[in-house]
Protein backbone atom coordinates (compact mmCIF):
# COMPACT_ATOMS: atom_id res chain seq x y z
CA UNK A 1 0.00 0.00 0.00
CA UNK A 2 2.35 2.14 0.86
CA UNK A 3 4.70 1.17 -2.26
CA UNK A 4 1.88 1.88 -4.27
CA UNK A 5 1.71 5.48 -2.83
CA UNK A 6 5.32 6.27 -3.06
CA UNK A 7 4.97 5.27 -7.38
CA UNK A 8 2.20 7.60 -7.60
CA UNK A 9 3.97 10.60 -5.67
CA UNK A 10 6.86 10.30 -7.87
CA UNK A 11 4.89 10.32 -11.33
CA UNK A 12 3.22 13.43 -9.99
CA UNK A 13 6.44 14.64 -9.25
CA UNK A 14 7.50 14.27 -12.23
CA UNK A 15 4.54 15.57 -14.10
CA UNK A 16 4.92 18.66 -12.29
CA UNK A 17 8.57 18.98 -13.08
CA UNK A 18 7.37 18.15 -17.00
CA UNK A 19 4.90 21.08 -16.53
CA UNK A 20 7.56 23.67 -14.81
CA UNK A 21 9.92 23.11 -17.41
CA UNK A 22 7.47 23.74 -20.62
CA UNK A 23 6.47 26.54 -18.88
CA UNK A 24 10.13 27.86 -18.16
CA UNK A 25 10.56 27.12 -22.04
CA UNK A 26 7.33 29.20 -23.06
CA UNK A 27 8.68 32.03 -21.01
CA UNK A 28 12.49 31.95 -22.57
CA UNK A 29 10.87 32.03 -25.81
CA UNK A 30 8.59 35.01 -24.91
CA UNK A 31 11.31 36.60 -23.85
CA UNK A 32 13.50 35.93 -26.61
CA UNK A 33 10.94 37.57 -28.81
CA UNK A 34 11.05 40.93 -27.15
CA UNK A 35 14.76 40.66 -27.15
CA UNK A 36 15.00 40.47 -30.66
CA UNK A 37 12.76 43.74 -30.80
CA UNK A 38 14.46 45.46 -28.37
CA UNK A 39 17.37 44.57 -30.12
CA UNK A 40 16.24 45.28 -33.51
CA UNK A 41 14.91 49.20 -32.00
CA UNK A 42 18.26 49.43 -30.70
CA UNK A 43 19.92 48.86 -33.63
CA UNK A 44 18.15 51.36 -35.50
CA UNK A 45 18.80 53.72 -33.03
CA UNK A 46 22.75 53.33 -32.80
CA UNK A 47 23.15 53.67 -36.77
CA UNK A 48 20.63 56.82 -36.78
CA UNK A 49 22.76 58.24 -34.14
CA UNK A 50 26.23 57.04 -36.21
CA UNK A 51 24.67 58.63 -39.35
CA UNK A 52 26.25 62.31 -40.11
CA UNK A 53 24.50 65.02 -39.17
CA UNK A 54 24.79 66.81 -42.59
CA UNK A 55 23.10 63.92 -44.23
CA UNK A 56 20.42 63.97 -41.86
CA UNK A 57 19.93 67.82 -42.55
CA UNK A 58 19.79 67.69 -46.28
CA UNK A 59 17.48 65.64 -45.74
CA UNK A 60 14.85 67.62 -44.10
CA UNK A 61 15.69 70.54 -46.01
CA UNK A 62 15.12 68.70 -49.04
CA UNK A 63 11.57 67.53 -47.14
CA UNK A 64 10.91 71.12 -46.75
CA UNK A 65 11.69 72.64 -50.00
CA UNK A 66 9.57 69.63 -51.90
CA UNK A 67 6.63 70.95 -49.26
CA UNK A 68 7.12 74.84 -50.18
CA UNK A 69 7.20 73.78 -54.13
CA UNK A 70 4.22 71.74 -53.25
CA UNK A 71 2.57 75.10 -51.82
CA UNK A 72 3.69 77.10 -54.02
CA UNK A 73 1.93 75.42 -57.12
CA UNK A 74 -1.35 75.16 -55.28
CA UNK A 75 -1.44 78.88 -54.61
CA UNK A 76 0.40 80.66 -57.31
CA UNK A 77 -1.94 81.36 -60.45
CA UNK A 78 -0.79 80.71 -63.60
CA UNK A 79 1.67 83.41 -65.46
CA UNK A 80 -0.24 85.73 -68.00
CA UNK A 81 -1.00 84.28 -71.86
CA UNK A 82 1.18 85.23 -74.57
CA UNK A 83 -1.93 87.75 -75.45
CA UNK A 84 -2.18 89.60 -72.16
CA UNK A 85 1.51 90.11 -72.03
CA UNK A 86 1.57 91.16 -75.96
CA UNK A 87 -0.74 94.26 -74.36
CA UNK A 88 1.48 95.07 -71.37
CA UNK A 89 4.13 95.32 -73.93
CA UNK A 90 1.89 97.65 -76.03
CA UNK A 91 0.84 99.33 -72.81
CA UNK A 92 4.86 100.27 -72.17
CA UNK A 93 5.44 101.87 -75.37
CA UNK A 94 2.45 103.87 -74.69
CA UNK A 95 0.56 102.63 -77.26
CA UNK A 96 -3.14 102.05 -75.14
CA UNK A 97 -1.68 104.20 -72.04
CA UNK A 98 -0.20 107.83 -73.06
CA UNK A 99 3.26 108.18 -72.06
CA UNK A 100 5.68 105.24 -72.93
CA UNK A 101 8.07 103.75 -70.26
CA UNK A 102 11.66 102.58 -71.11
CA UNK A 103 12.66 101.63 -74.21
CA UNK A 104 9.77 102.13 -77.24
CA UNK A 105 9.25 102.32 -80.90
CA UNK A 106 8.23 105.25 -82.34
CA UNK A 107 6.48 106.13 -85.43
CA UNK A 108 4.81 109.51 -86.61
CA UNK A 109 6.35 112.17 -89.26
CA UNK A 110 9.79 113.66 -89.52
CA UNK A 111 8.67 116.80 -91.07
CA UNK A 112 5.81 117.30 -93.21
CA UNK A 113 6.28 116.05 -96.37
CA UNK A 114 8.69 113.66 -95.28
CA UNK A 115 6.26 110.67 -95.53
CA UNK A 116 5.58 108.02 -92.56
CA UNK A 117 8.53 107.50 -90.03
CA UNK A 118 9.54 105.28 -88.06
CA UNK A 119 12.41 104.75 -85.37
CA UNK A 120 13.20 104.44 -81.45
CA UNK A 121 13.13 106.12 -77.98
CA UNK A 122 13.77 105.81 -74.88
CA UNK A 123 11.80 107.24 -71.38
CA UNK A 124 12.15 107.43 -68.09
CA UNK A 125 10.34 108.93 -65.53
CA UNK A 126 11.35 110.58 -62.23
CA UNK A 127 10.58 112.11 -59.24
CA UNK A 128 6.50 112.45 -58.72
CA UNK A 129 5.93 113.24 -62.32
CA UNK A 130 8.94 114.59 -64.04
CA UNK A 131 10.50 112.62 -67.38
CA UNK A 132 13.52 112.30 -69.54
CA UNK A 133 12.42 111.31 -73.36
CA UNK A 134 14.82 110.96 -75.89
CA UNK A 135 13.87 109.52 -79.43
CA UNK A 136 15.05 109.61 -83.21
CA UNK A 137 13.37 108.65 -86.54
CA UNK A 138 13.68 107.87 -90.02
CA UNK A 139 11.09 108.82 -92.90
CA UNK A 140 10.67 106.31 -96.05
CA UNK A 141 11.47 109.84 -98.23
CA UNK A 142 14.65 109.62 -96.26
CA UNK A 143 13.94 112.73 -93.67
CA UNK A 144 16.00 112.41 -90.58
CA UNK A 145 14.76 113.81 -86.42
CA UNK A 146 16.63 113.66 -83.43
CA UNK A 147 14.83 115.17 -79.99
CA UNK A 148 15.51 114.98 -76.62
CA UNK A 149 12.98 116.63 -73.68
CA UNK A 150 13.21 117.11 -70.15
CA UNK A 151 10.29 117.43 -68.43
CA UNK A 152 10.68 118.80 -65.23
CA UNK A 153 8.16 117.90 -61.96
CA UNK A 154 5.33 120.18 -61.62
CA UNK A 155 5.17 122.68 -59.46
CA UNK A 156 2.61 125.51 -57.50
CA UNK A 157 0.27 122.81 -56.60
CA UNK A 158 0.83 120.61 -60.02
CA UNK A 159 -0.33 123.25 -61.80
CA UNK A 160 3.13 124.81 -63.28
CA UNK A 161 5.77 122.79 -65.28
CA UNK A 162 9.16 123.44 -66.92
CA UNK A 163 9.95 121.41 -70.35
CA UNK A 164 13.33 122.11 -71.91
CA UNK A 165 14.03 120.22 -75.46
CA UNK A 166 16.59 120.06 -78.18
CA UNK A 167 15.81 119.09 -81.59
CA UNK A 168 17.52 118.10 -84.98
CA UNK A 169 15.85 117.81 -88.28
CA UNK A 170 17.23 116.98 -91.70
CA UNK A 171 14.49 117.66 -94.33
CA UNK A 172 16.68 117.32 -97.94
CA UNK A 173 13.57 117.45 -100.12
CA UNK A 174 10.81 120.09 -99.08
CA UNK A 175 8.33 121.17 -102.06
CA UNK A 176 8.25 124.42 -102.75
CA UNK A 177 5.63 125.83 -105.38
CA UNK A 178 6.33 129.66 -104.89
CA UNK A 179 4.36 132.70 -103.03
CA UNK A 180 0.63 133.09 -103.08
CA UNK A 181 -2.72 131.27 -103.85
CA UNK A 182 -2.40 131.50 -107.42
CA UNK A 183 0.83 129.85 -107.38
CA UNK A 184 1.16 126.89 -110.09
CA UNK A 185 1.62 123.35 -109.17
CA UNK A 186 3.95 122.73 -112.07
CA UNK A 187 6.20 125.05 -110.65
CA UNK A 188 6.87 122.25 -108.05
CA UNK A 189 10.41 122.55 -107.14
CA UNK A 190 12.26 121.13 -103.70
CA UNK A 191 14.55 122.95 -101.04
CA UNK A 192 17.19 121.32 -98.50
CA UNK A 193 16.04 121.97 -94.75
CA UNK A 194 17.98 121.64 -91.96
CA UNK A 195 16.86 123.39 -88.31
CA UNK A 196 18.75 122.87 -85.31
CA UNK A 197 16.29 123.89 -81.95
CA UNK A 198 17.18 124.55 -78.34
CA UNK A 199 13.97 125.70 -76.15
CA UNK A 200 12.59 126.27 -72.72
CA UNK A 201 9.09 126.04 -72.06
CA UNK A 202 6.93 127.16 -68.92
CA UNK A 203 3.24 125.94 -69.46
CA UNK A 204 0.65 127.40 -66.24
CA UNK A 205 -2.58 125.63 -66.48
CA UNK A 206 -5.61 124.84 -64.53
CA UNK A 207 -8.78 122.18 -65.56
CA UNK A 208 -9.77 123.97 -69.14
CA UNK A 209 -7.51 127.33 -68.87
CA UNK A 210 -3.75 127.56 -69.76
CA UNK A 211 -0.93 130.07 -70.36
CA UNK A 212 2.27 129.84 -71.23
CA UNK A 213 5.54 130.89 -73.15
CA UNK A 214 8.93 130.16 -73.74
CA UNK A 215 12.44 130.86 -75.76
CA UNK A 216 13.89 128.95 -78.72
CA UNK A 217 16.79 129.15 -80.31
CA UNK A 218 17.01 128.31 -84.03
CA UNK A 219 19.93 127.78 -86.57
CA UNK A 220 18.51 127.09 -89.74
CA UNK A 221 20.57 125.44 -92.40
CA UNK A 222 18.84 125.77 -96.19
CA UNK A 223 20.22 124.58 -99.54
CA UNK A 224 19.26 123.34 -102.89
CA UNK A 225 17.24 120.20 -103.38
CA UNK A 226 18.42 116.46 -103.17
CA UNK A 227 15.64 115.82 -106.26
CA UNK A 228 15.44 117.88 -109.26
CA UNK A 229 14.29 120.69 -110.12
CA UNK A 230 16.20 122.65 -107.53
CA UNK A 231 14.49 125.59 -105.37
CA UNK A 232 17.07 127.92 -107.34
CA UNK A 233 16.70 126.56 -110.44
CA UNK A 234 13.00 127.67 -110.85
CA UNK A 235 13.00 130.74 -108.55
CA UNK A 236 15.10 133.53 -107.63
CA UNK A 237 15.28 136.16 -104.48
CA UNK A 238 13.00 138.49 -105.82
CA UNK A 239 10.55 136.27 -105.98
CA UNK A 240 11.03 134.29 -102.93
CA UNK A 241 12.11 136.09 -99.96
CA UNK A 242 15.33 134.66 -97.73
CA UNK A 243 16.59 132.49 -101.19
CA UNK A 244 20.23 132.53 -101.78
CA UNK A 245 21.15 133.13 -97.66
CA UNK A 246 22.23 130.14 -96.29
CA UNK A 247 21.95 129.54 -92.95
CA UNK A 248 19.73 131.95 -90.76
CA UNK A 249 20.02 132.03 -86.63
CA UNK A 250 16.35 133.03 -84.92
CA UNK A 251 15.59 134.05 -81.38
CA UNK A 252 12.34 133.33 -81.15
CA UNK A 253 9.82 134.71 -78.05
CA UNK A 254 6.36 132.81 -77.51
CA UNK A 255 3.71 133.30 -75.50
CA UNK A 256 0.17 131.50 -75.53
CA UNK A 257 -3.17 131.39 -74.12
CA UNK A 258 -5.67 128.89 -74.51
CA UNK A 259 -9.21 127.42 -73.07
CA UNK A 260 -9.97 123.66 -73.83
CA UNK A 261 -12.81 121.89 -72.22
CA UNK A 262 -12.51 118.49 -74.21
CA UNK A 263 -12.19 115.54 -72.27
CA UNK A 264 -10.20 114.02 -72.90
CA UNK A 265 -8.18 116.92 -74.86
CA UNK A 266 -6.53 114.43 -77.17
CA UNK A 267 -10.10 112.91 -78.19
CA UNK A 268 -13.47 113.77 -77.51
CA UNK A 269 -16.60 113.83 -78.14
CA UNK A 270 -17.87 117.03 -76.92
CA UNK A 271 -15.80 120.12 -76.00
CA UNK A 272 -14.60 123.11 -77.68
CA UNK A 273 -11.06 124.45 -78.60
CA UNK A 274 -9.71 128.07 -78.29
CA UNK A 275 -6.13 129.68 -78.66
CA UNK A 276 -4.28 132.21 -79.40
CA UNK A 277 -0.50 132.62 -79.84
CA UNK A 278 2.01 135.17 -80.25
CA UNK A 279 5.54 134.67 -82.20
CA UNK A 280 8.38 137.14 -82.54
CA UNK A 281 10.83 135.99 -84.05
CA UNK A 282 14.38 137.70 -84.29
CA UNK A 283 17.49 137.14 -86.64
CA UNK A 284 20.69 137.59 -85.31
CA UNK A 285 22.28 138.18 -88.46
CA UNK A 286 20.38 140.25 -90.44
CA UNK A 287 17.46 142.10 -89.21
CA UNK A 288 15.75 142.24 -91.94
CA UNK A 289 14.09 138.96 -91.48
CA UNK A 290 12.88 139.71 -88.36
CA UNK A 291 8.79 139.51 -87.89
CA UNK A 292 5.83 139.10 -85.93
CA UNK A 293 3.11 136.33 -86.30
CA UNK A 294 -0.11 135.59 -84.28
CA UNK A 295 -1.97 132.57 -84.86
CA UNK A 296 -5.95 131.92 -83.87
CA UNK A 297 -7.66 128.57 -83.64
CA UNK A 298 -11.00 128.11 -82.62
CA UNK A 299 -12.07 124.07 -82.59
CA UNK A 300 -16.18 122.95 -81.65
CA UNK A 301 -17.33 119.46 -81.23
CA UNK A 302 -21.14 119.00 -81.26
CA UNK A 303 -22.47 115.61 -80.36
CA UNK A 304 -25.34 113.81 -82.25
CA UNK A 305 -26.47 110.99 -81.53
CA UNK A 306 -25.18 109.94 -77.96
CA UNK A 307 -22.33 111.30 -78.98
CA UNK A 308 -22.14 108.05 -81.18
CA UNK A 309 -21.61 110.81 -84.04
CA UNK A 310 -19.84 114.33 -84.12
CA UNK A 311 -19.67 117.23 -85.84
CA UNK A 312 -16.17 118.16 -85.96
CA UNK A 313 -15.52 122.00 -86.76
CA UNK A 314 -12.10 124.00 -86.79
CA UNK A 315 -11.38 127.75 -87.73
CA UNK A 316 -7.36 128.91 -88.26
CA UNK A 317 -6.08 132.35 -89.41
CA UNK A 318 -2.24 133.21 -89.06
CA UNK A 319 -0.83 136.55 -89.81
CA UNK A 320 2.50 137.85 -89.86
CA UNK A 321 2.07 141.47 -91.81
CA UNK A 322 2.09 143.49 -88.36
CA UNK A 323 4.44 145.29 -87.26
CA UNK A 324 7.37 146.74 -89.63
CA UNK A 325 6.44 146.95 -93.37
CA UNK A 326 9.71 146.52 -93.79
CA UNK A 327 9.81 142.88 -92.38
CA UNK A 328 10.58 139.80 -94.36
CA UNK A 329 9.47 136.42 -93.68
CA UNK A 330 11.89 133.76 -95.26
CA UNK A 331 10.52 131.68 -97.78
CA UNK A 332 10.51 127.85 -95.57
CA UNK A 333 8.83 130.21 -92.81
CA UNK A 334 6.05 131.40 -94.36
CA UNK A 335 2.52 130.28 -93.38
CA UNK A 336 1.46 127.13 -95.92
CA UNK A 337 -1.66 125.13 -96.70
CA UNK A 338 -1.84 121.83 -97.87
CA UNK A 339 -1.09 118.42 -96.74
CA UNK A 340 -2.74 116.63 -93.84
CA UNK A 341 -3.61 118.55 -91.27
CA UNK A 342 -4.69 121.79 -92.88
CA UNK A 343 -5.90 121.17 -96.87
CA UNK A 344 -5.94 116.94 -97.50
CA UNK A 345 -6.38 116.83 -100.84
CA UNK A 346 -3.43 119.14 -101.67
CA UNK A 347 0.54 118.63 -101.15
CA UNK A 348 2.27 119.62 -98.19
CA UNK A 349 3.30 123.30 -98.49
CA UNK A 350 1.33 123.59 -101.46
CA UNK A 351 0.42 127.21 -100.81
CA UNK A 352 2.70 129.58 -98.76
CA UNK A 353 2.11 133.43 -98.22
CA UNK A 354 2.51 135.85 -95.40
CA UNK A 355 -1.61 135.37 -94.18
CA UNK A 356 -3.70 132.64 -94.23
CA UNK A 357 -6.97 131.50 -93.43
CA UNK A 358 -8.38 127.54 -92.74
CA UNK A 359 -11.52 125.73 -91.88
CA UNK A 360 -12.31 122.20 -91.39
CA UNK A 361 -15.42 120.01 -91.12
CA UNK A 362 -15.60 116.46 -90.31
CA UNK A 363 -18.50 114.48 -89.40
CA UNK A 364 -17.01 111.55 -87.46
CA UNK A 365 -18.78 108.42 -86.10
CA UNK A 366 -17.73 105.33 -84.31
CA UNK A 367 -18.36 101.76 -85.71
CA UNK A 368 -16.14 99.64 -83.58
CA UNK A 369 -13.90 99.94 -80.50
CA UNK A 370 -10.86 101.51 -80.77
CA UNK A 371 -12.02 102.86 -84.45
CA UNK A 372 -13.47 106.12 -86.09
CA UNK A 373 -14.73 106.72 -89.36
CA UNK A 374 -14.83 110.57 -90.47
CA UNK A 375 -16.32 112.34 -93.71
CA UNK A 376 -14.36 115.76 -94.33
CA UNK A 377 -13.81 118.78 -95.78
CA UNK A 378 -11.15 121.66 -96.04
CA UNK A 379 -11.23 124.85 -97.54
CA UNK A 380 -8.66 127.88 -96.83
CA UNK A 381 -6.72 130.10 -99.00
CA UNK A 382 -3.24 132.19 -98.67
CA UNK A 383 -2.74 136.19 -99.20
CA UNK A 384 0.19 138.60 -99.19
CA UNK A 385 -2.23 141.37 -97.01
CA UNK A 386 -4.80 140.51 -93.86
CA UNK A 387 -7.68 142.20 -96.13
CA UNK A 388 -7.44 139.66 -98.73
CA UNK A 389 -8.51 136.86 -96.15
CA UNK A 390 -11.89 136.85 -97.30
CA UNK A 391 -13.60 133.91 -99.12
CA UNK A 392 -12.91 134.80 -102.67
CA UNK A 393 -10.76 132.00 -104.48
CA UNK A 394 -11.04 129.50 -101.39
CA UNK A 395 -9.16 125.70 -101.94
CA UNK A 396 -11.28 123.31 -101.39
CA UNK A 397 -10.73 119.44 -100.53
CA UNK A 398 -13.04 116.28 -99.46
CA UNK A 399 -12.78 112.64 -98.61
CA UNK A 400 -12.89 110.26 -96.25
CA UNK A 401 -10.89 108.69 -93.58
CA UNK A 402 -10.64 105.97 -90.61
CA UNK A 403 -8.46 106.34 -87.44
CA UNK A 404 -7.48 103.89 -84.63
CA UNK A 405 -7.79 105.38 -81.46
CA UNK A 406 -6.03 105.14 -78.64
CA UNK A 407 -6.66 105.98 -74.81
CA UNK A 408 -5.20 109.49 -75.17
CA UNK A 409 -6.44 110.27 -78.74
CA UNK A 410 -5.72 109.23 -82.14
CA UNK A 411 -3.12 106.86 -82.82
CA UNK A 412 -3.08 106.52 -86.54
CA UNK A 413 -5.25 107.49 -89.95
CA UNK A 414 -5.45 106.55 -93.17
CA UNK A 415 -7.34 109.33 -95.42
CA UNK A 416 -7.81 109.40 -99.05
CA UNK A 417 -8.42 113.29 -100.34
CA UNK A 418 -9.52 114.68 -103.37
CA UNK A 419 -9.21 118.25 -104.91
CA UNK A 420 -9.32 120.24 -108.04
CA UNK A 421 -5.51 118.83 -108.32
CA UNK A 422 -5.91 115.37 -107.38
CA UNK A 423 -8.46 112.85 -108.07
CA UNK A 424 -7.07 110.94 -104.80
CA UNK A 425 -4.59 111.38 -102.18
CA UNK A 426 -3.39 108.81 -99.83
CA UNK A 427 -2.51 110.00 -96.69
CA UNK A 428 -0.81 107.80 -93.74
CA UNK A 429 -0.07 109.98 -90.86
CA UNK A 430 -0.09 109.36 -86.68
CA UNK A 431 -2.01 111.23 -84.57
CA UNK A 432 -5.49 113.09 -85.69
CA UNK A 433 -5.43 116.14 -88.15
CA UNK A 434 -7.50 118.18 -85.53
Known sequence: MARVHSEASIAQSNTDASLFWRSAANLYVILAKDEIRVAVFVCGALLSSFMSPTAAQETRAENIRQQQVEKREAVTPQGPNPAVRVIDRLEDWGIFAGAPRGLYPWFGSVYPGGGFAGGAGFRKPFADDGAFNVFGGYSINMFARAQADLELPTFARNHARITMSGRYIDAPDVRYFGVGNSSDQDDATRFGYRPTTASARLEIGGQYASIGGGVNLHTVETFGGRTAPSIEQQFSPLDTPGLGVSKFTYINSTAHAAIDWRRPPGYSGRGGLYRVQFDDYREQNDDVYSFKLVEAEVLQLIPILRANWVIALRGLATVTDIGSDTSVVPYFLLPALGGGSTLRGYPDFRF???????????????????????????????????????????????????????????????????????????????????
Open 352 to 434: RDRNRLLMNAELRWTPARFLDMALFYDTGKVAAVRRDLDFDGLKNSYGIGMRLVGVDGYAFRVEVARSEEHKARLIFSAGGSF
